[in-house]
């Protein structure tokens, strides 16, 4: 039996973001409980487990643009802040218009469709202590200098935002023919085929520069926009769209909003997709480079473990 939250309570620390917020346990549920309490019927309620992840952050993120009219919202709950008392003021009043509690998919249907617009709130790096907070996220044992090895390869390790402030991106044609069942595979040959081999002359073409791998995306979005969405990777970490659930999010359309809003979400997606992957952890905790190529990029990863066993070591001696 569920039991509603005390609407005269307090924070004892601050609830949101990695490496922006304290997120204490006890904290974290209270506040996934108020968002459970003013969310409409339509969304899909929050696991009260104390944890703060990828579509807590998103709440918060969208209660502070919709509610608080908020232009660069932070995705901080302070216990004295301004965000804590209008969430605590809606709970008191029934809750909040429906209309005021968008998930990103809903937002970018109706004002910011998902591949023409970008969201970023201007948060496109990440600080050390954003590391540090993922690393004990991942448990003890996983070295920040692992967690950057991994940035460092999949996105050069400075930022997972391009030009225009859209995410890093890269369209694999062979994953969009396999969630189409072959649909566009006469019609579209250059959105729509199956695997040749890793980065063959048509995906050099599809993902020449950044600009030109937003309009290929967008080309496929056109013939299924699920499909489509699912066949990129996105941000830092380069994460496949189909890994939404993986990384703690409901549907691909929320993944892809929240990969276009900061780098702090791509971290999140990222501490989310290894916490599922148990061999990925362990591998990373014990440096086994071959093991985290194979469960990071799949068995055909090339020379991914020596990349990554590159990063790592330069980023040792630097130290």
């Not at 939250?5 to 922006?20: M, Q, R, T, W, Y």
């Not at 204490?24 to 339509?42: E, G, K, T």
């Not at 502070?64 to 995705?75: F, I, T």
């Not at 499909?227 to 549907?251: E, T």
């Amino acid at each position: 039996m569920t039991t509603s939250p005390d609407l005269s309570g307090s924070l004892g620390a601050s609830v949101g973001s990695l490496g922006k917020a304290s997120n204490l346990p006890a904290d974290v549920r209270y506040i996934q409980q108020l968002f459970n309490l003013i969310a409409s019927p339509s969304v899909t309620p929050l696991v009260v487990d104390g944890k703060s992840g990828p579509l807590l952050n998103q709440r918060i993120v969208d209660f502070q643009k919709n509610r608080l009219n908020v232009a660069s919202p932070d995705g901080v709950i302070d216990p004295a802040g301004r965000t804590f008392k209008a969430l605590i003021e809606a709970a008191r009043t029934g809750g909040q218009p429906a209309a005021a509690v968008q998930s990103p998919a809903q937002a970018a249907s109706d004002k910011q469709p998902l591949v023409t617009q970008a969201t970023c709130d201007g948060n496109v790096t990440l600080s050390d202590a954003d590391f540090k907070q993922a690393a004990l996220a991942l448990g003890n044992g996983i070295e920040v200098n692992i967690i950057k090895a991994f940035a460092i390869v999949e996105s050069g390790g400075r930022s997972g935002f391009g030009p225009e402030k859209f995410p890093v991106l890269a369209y694999e044609r062979h994953i969009f023919h396999k969630y189409t069942q072959k649909k566009y595979d006469s019609s579209h040959p250059n959105l729509s085929a199956p695997y040749m081999a890793k980065a063959d002359t048509q995906w050099r073409i599809n993902n020449k520069d950044q600009a030109t791998a937003w309009q290929t995306l967008r080309a496929a979005y056109s013939l299924d926009q699920k499909a489509a969405l699912m066949s990129a990777s996105y941000g830092m970490f380069q994460i496949m769209g189909f890994n939404f659930a993986a990384c703690g999010f409901k549907d691909v359309f929320d993944f892809v909003a929240a990969m276009k809003l900061n780098a702090g979400q791509q971290l999140n997606a990222f501490v989310g997709f290894c916490s599922k992957n148990a061999a990925l952890v362990k591998a990373m905790k014990s440096r086994d480079y071959v093991g985290m190529a194979r469960n990071y990029n799949g068995p055909q990863y090339g020379d991914y473990d020596q990349r990554i066993k590159k990063a790592y070591e330069k980023l040792q001696a630097g130290q």
